[in-house]
């Protein structure tokens, strides 16, 4: 009869780990599936970075590629979210700028989720959340909280020192940095595809400047920053000088010619265009955080950051209002818009024309939401 008993308990403990073990395999598989985007009247056509780079194609490198022209010809500008998937301010730059622009002159391009492999998994260690979500006059919209690097189901092993394509000796996790990994190799590995893919992008579109849009945390000295590439140097400097009549406080930081893989750095080094990568402010990323949850990263509120501010740990200033995912875009925003108008000043014939680009000023009013649109 004990034998009986125990049989059964240990049976139903047996299922009771299998539905776990199911609900939870349920729960990882989601994190593949991608949220929709509902791009606006304005696009021209939709490609996949495979359309560039054909190696990429059924692999989990290959992702979405939206393009709006104008009808005059001006210049062809690239601008790319999602590099680094827990960056969640340039993806949804990314979002927002698809979802509302249309483009009178030149010619935008733009890949919101670069590396796409990085949004299927999570931070490990970190306890990170899957998503975070904002509510718009059509229901609440839900986005992925994904990774810094690529997910190691898709590339592995990592090796004990990465030495990337530019030559640079780096820690084996940085062979799946995107933003390490430029200006790709053709037969390397998936980062290193995907780091092709968007160099042939830019060769084959003609871009004239791109722009990678990233986050970084409060107490990282390169923050708020507009970090370009030498012969982006003249339009950096007139964009900061712009952006702080605005109000806007950013700082500039040359590319390090040591530092290698980087976009900004290998984007005007081998393709010879303009380069700037673009940072924000985001508690939700650094490491004297509390717990991170959906409210911190949409909120930017965290008691550790006030606290480490009136120490003088930061180098931004934070209060208990915290840093908001809205004015974070904001941020990215304003300083698109001041790139693209100095562009126009410095080489006319590059001049690109963009309509109902949301304005930072409606943003840090209304939020991110209400530029969200309805579901097709």
């Known amino acids: 009869m004990r034998n009986l008993k125990g049989n059964f308990v240990s049976a139903l403990l047996l299922l009771f780990a299998i539905a776990i073990c199911f609900l939870s395999a349920l729960k990882f598989l989601s994190m593949q599936k991608k949220e929709a985007i509902f791009p606006s009247r304005g696009l021209t056509s939709r490609k996949m970075l495979s359309s560039y780079f054909p190696e990429l194609k059924k692999t989990w490198g290959d992702t979405d590629v939206y393009l709006y022209e104008g009808q005059e010809k001006g210049g062809n500008l690239l601008i790319l979210g999602g590099a680094h998937a827990n960056e969640p301010a340039g993806f949804m730059s990314a979002v927002l700028l698809i979802e509302n622009i ?108 791109a722009l990678d849009l990233h986050e970084a945390a409060p107490e990282y000295p390169v923050i708020n920053a507009i970090v370009f590439h030498e012969n982006s140097a003249d339009l950096a400097a007139l964009a900061l000088m712009e952006l702080q009549i605005e109000g806007f406080e950013f700082r500039l930081e040359a590319s390090p010619l040591n530092l290698r893989g980087l ?114």
């Open 102 to 209: 249309q483009v009178s002159t030149g010619k935008i391009i733009i890949v919101p989720r670069a590396n796409n492999s990085g949004f299927t998994h999570s931070q490990p260690q970190e306890g990170n959340p899957q998503r975070y979500s904002l509510e718009s006059p059509w229901g609440r919209r839900h986005f992925r909280h994904g990774s810094r690097l690529t997910n190691p189901v898709h590339q592995w092993p990592d090796p004990s020192i990465y030495i990337n394509p530019a030559g640079q000796k780096l820690s084996g996790a940085d062979s799946r940095n995107l933003n390490r990994c430029y200006p790709g190799k053709k037969t390397g590995s998936l980062t290193e595809k995907i780091a092709s893919g968007i160099m042939e992008l830019i060769k084959k579109e003609k871009i004239d400047l």
């Open 263 to 376: 976009s900004h750095r290998e984007w005007g080094d081998h393709a010879q265009i303009m380069a700037i990568l673009l940072e924000s402010a985001n508690a939700s990323h650094g490491r004297l955080k509390g717990k991170t949850s959906p409210a911190l990263i949409v909120e930017g509120k965290d008691k550790n950051y006030t606290k480490a501010a009136k120490l003088g740990r930061l180098f931004v200033p934070y209060d208990e209002d915290g840093i908001p995912l809205k004015l974070r875009v904001a941020r990215h925003l304003a300083a698109v818009k001041s790139i693209l108008s100095n562009l126009e000043e410095l080489y006319p014939e590059k001049r690109i024309e963009i309509k109902n680009m949301p304005s930072s000023s409606e943003l840090k009013k209304v939020g991110i939401g209400p530029f969200l649109n309805p579901p097709n």
